[in-house]
């Protein structure tokens, strides 16, 4: 019987965004995309919100007026990938395409397109706080890490307070620096994590998760290649030579705002496919990460001296 490549587009989707969420460590961030307005093309738009503060209550003349903005800015979505496959119709049959279209998906994306996600993100929110000057550039060791850790968490807390929750996204080869420090153990404990419908057990240092992340994703600055200039053929990204190791990043849990908006999964069969005696298969991915105005106090990210 002839397979519906439409349904089965559907499916092969369905699957992928579910093995994003669990393998991207930044796909929490999806969740904080609730206010944003999407009507296509490339653009989001995102609410500013400012108030004017108290004023003194008169008796006889009652409020005094102040002032609300609510007001949309435009951002950009910048990040298009896409890349298309072929399974020679001689190796893939009608009968066996299903796996085998799973198994070049499901791999494609775990090793490609997750960490391209996770390494743009974390390069991005860098980027964001350096501007703001919200970043420290040191080495950790198993004797300062503890210190270090507090003193950023509570530049942070005292601008926003406490009851803010708070996350910790670290490199992978810093996490065993913590795991070694003197004491240590008085501040770790367990606690659940949740990315949408997803709910993992995380360390959490003083209540405040931390996520591990491989140092790969954690840089500060990464190219991304085209995939057909000359040199770039093989695609994917890479850490350019200037960056930055990136330590760990502080953040409020709803600062980082991502859009994976565009993940579009075509198959065409073999008798369709003009261009070669094969299946092909199209993935697209249209994705960013943006940090409001207002948020970007709850933001620090310490760098590699």
């Known amino acids: ?3 519906n490549t439409l349904e089965m587009a559907k499916l092969f989707q369905q699957s992928l965004d579910k093995q994003m969420l669990v393998g991207a460590t930044s796909g929490w961030m999806e969740a904080n995309a609730t206010q944003v307005k999407y009507n296509g093309g490339d653009t989001v738009r995102m609410p500013e919100i400012s108030t004017s503060g108290l004023a003194k209550y008169d008796r006889d003349k009652g409020f005094n007026q102040g002032a609300v903005t609510l007001k949309y800015e435009d951002y950009k979505l910048t990040q298009d990938r896409g890349r298309t496959f072929h399974l020679d119709a ?12 799973g198994n070049v998906m499901g791999e494609f994306q775990r090793v490609q397109v997750v960490p391209e996600v996770d390494a743009y993100r974390y390069s991005k929110i860098a980027e964001l706080a350096k501007k703001v000057e919200h970043t420290t550039e040191a080495e950790p060791a198993k004797t300062t890490i503890l210190e270090m850790l507090d003193d950023e968490i509570t530049k942070i807390q005292d601008v926003i307070g406490e009851n803010s929750g708070l996350v910790i996204v670290m490199s992978t080869p810093v996490r065993t620096i913590l795991n070694n420090a003197k004491d240590i153990q008085k501040y770790l404990d367990v606690g659940e994590f949740s990315a949408g419908e997803l709910k993992t057990k995380v360390k959490t240092y003083n209540e405040i998760p931390i996520l591990s992340v491989p140092s790969a994703r954690m840089k500060t600055a990464y190219n991304f290649n085209d995939g057909s200039t000359n040199g770039q053929e093989k695609g994917g990204f890479e850490a350019t030579k200037e960056a930055k190791n990136i330590n760990w990043i502080i953040m409020a849990r709803n600062a980082p705002i991502a859009i994976s908006k565009t ?28 940090i409001s105005k207002n948020s970007l106090a709850s933001v620090w990210v310490n760098l590699g001296a």
Not at 90 to 101: G, Y
């Open 1 to 3: 019987m002839a397979i």
């Open 90 to 101: 001689m190796d893939v049959d009608e009968s066996n395409f299903i796996a085998a279209a």
């Open 263 to 290: 993940d579009k999964i075509r198959i065409f069969a073999p008798d369709v496919n003009q261009k070669a005696d094969a299946w092909k298969l199209d993935y697209r991915k249209f994705h960013d990460l943006w």
